[in-house]
């Protein structure tokens, strides 16, 4: 079964704003990771973010975590039409991951 | 970074025959590698945990007589889908963890497989 469900499930808008997406999990976590696919292809790893913290960035990503709530939102500034892909967070860390059910992301020129 | 392959990017058999993936670290040891589906526009679900030279872990439902997975070496682990279906068809994707362990550590994933069976 999913561990997270992510929402919103699609989401396009135009090059240059900014897109946020959603993720909640149910089960106490030490990390939450966010990936990016690509259509057709693998996952590429964004970032990390440990259960100690509240907001972690990196170049136009920022990522927060709230704990309390048991969500975490993945924010994509200035984005840009190559962002265009489906957005998962996972928790789990080393060992097993378990998927949200992703964000399919569209940024149209 | 580290890189993890997979071969081949895409196959098409027939119904009842065998198939073979392979997934690779490139340029790191894998003690793990782990082995994910994915329908079209669904998430990716953990098939089973491969470990370096002894079985693998199966998740609840996926069966391991039908999915063979063999992890002979820190660098490959091999998912062979036997006696293959129209069922069977979904995209595969493996992943690596590197030797340090830890967890915080990141899995790699490679890009899939695409594997069609008519």
């Known amino acids: 079964s999913q561990q997270g469900e992510e929402d919103p499930q699609a989401l396009s808008i135009q090059e240059g704003e900014n897109a946020t997406m959603n993720c909640s999990y149910k089960?106490?976590?030490?990390?939450l990771q966010w990936y990016r696919q690509n259509s057709g292809r693998g996952l590429v790893h964004l970032i990390l973010?440990?259960?100690?913290?509240r907001e972690k960035h990196s170049g136009r990503l920022r990522v927060t975590l709230d704990t309390s709530k048991k969500s975490s939102s993945l924010l994509i500034t200035a984005s840009r039409a190559a962002d265009t892909a489906s957005y998962f967070c996972a928790t789990g860390g080393g060992n097993k991951l378990t998927f949200g059910t992703g964000t399919q992301l569209k940024v149209e020129l | 970074g580290a890189v993890v392959s997979q071969h081949p990017s895409r196959v098409i058999c027939k119904s009842g025959t065998s198939v073979k993936i392979e997934c690779r670290s490139l340029d790191f040891q894998a003690t793990t590698m782990f082995w994910y589906r994915q329908f079209p526009k669904q998430s990716l679900m953990l098939m089973a945990t491969?470990?370096?030279?002894?079985?693998?872990?199966?998740e609840q439902g996926v069966e391991k007589d039908k999915f063979l997975i063999n992890h002979a070496s820190l660098t490959l682990s091999t998912l062979t889908v036997t006696s293959a279906h129209p069922e069977d068809s979904s995209f595969y994707i493996c992943?690596?963890?590197?030797?340090?362990?830890?967890?915080?550590?990141?899995?790699?994933f490679g890009p899939g497989t695409r594997l069609t069976v008519l």
């Open positions: 089960t106490s976590i030490n990390n």
């Open positions: 973010i440990r259960s100690n913290e």
């Open positions: 491969s470990n370096e030279g002894s079985k693998a872990t199966y």
């Open positions: 992943s690596a963890r590197d030797h340090g362990g830890g967890i915080t550590d990141t899995q790699y």
